[in-house]
T-cell receptor
């Protein structure tokens, strides 16, 4: 089974802290994504990556950065956490290819971040 | 940007009934996918339908796609209490980037 593991399920951080959210996938997927999910707003893409050291901005990249030094790991960084970044963060991965599951995206269980 | 928009926003039915959720999108698509999310958990892929397909089945799930109307529907037959979840449609933009709608909250009462 494909496994996408997010290192922290629940975090509480203070305003101004630097926050790291880690994500690891075990399927050798090329693509990795970070979404945030808020009530009434659905899932919004923050950043995605097609390959090691490659990154592309999503719809809401402000206040975030990412790092992909290894294929299996994609980190989301909040340089200076703010209360409006309190949310659920979802990491996901997929491989690039044809076929039935070519575009299926596999999600982690989510990280609930509260910034106080 | 929210490409897929689900309708209704919330749906409450009795166990055994069928549940139908609709999704509309704006641009041309490569494929459309449906995902399920149990409360507080990650999303799980349910079914993918390609732009050249009109209907697809998987167990109690039936998905249709009408590219002329830019819409899709997800039918869950003989619903169970365990089907209670949020359901999202998602469309693939350039580069395998999935764009999600706001979701339909389904509640199945036993």
């Amino acid at each position: 089974d494909v496994k996408v593991t997010q290192s922290s399920r629940y975090l509480v951080k203070r305003t101004g802290e630097k926050v790291f959210l880690e994500c690891v996938q075990d399927m050798d997927h090329e693509n990795m994504f970070w979404y945030r999910q808020d009530p009434g707003l659905g899932l919004r893409l923050i950043y995605f990556s097609y390959d090691v050291k490659m990154k592309e901005k999503g719809d809401i990249p402000e206040g975030y950065s990412v790092s992909r030094e290894k294929k299996e790991r994609f980190s989301l960084i909040l340089e200076s956490a703010s209360t409006n970044q309190t949310s659920m963060y979802l990491c996901a991965s997929s491989f690039t290819g044809q076929g039935y599951l070519g575009n299926t995206i596999y999600f982690g269980e989510g990280s609930w971040l509260t910034v106080v | 940007s929210q490409q897929g928009e689900e309708d209704p926003q919330a749906l409450s039915i009795q166990e055994g009934e069928n549940a139908t959720m609709n999704c509309s999108y704006k641009t041309s698509i490569n494929n459309l996918q449906w995902y399920r999310q149990n409360s507080g958990r990650g999303l799980v892929h349910l079914i993918l339908i390609r732009s050249n397909e009109r209907e697809k089945h998987s167990g109690r799930l039936r998905v249709t796609l009408d590219t002329s109307k830019k819409s899709s529907s997800l039918l869950i037959t003989a619903s169970r209490a365990a089907d209670t979840a949020s359901y999202f449609c998602a469309t693939v933009e350039y580069g395998n980037k999935l764009v999600f709608g706001a979701g339909t909250i389904l509640r199945v009462k036993s």
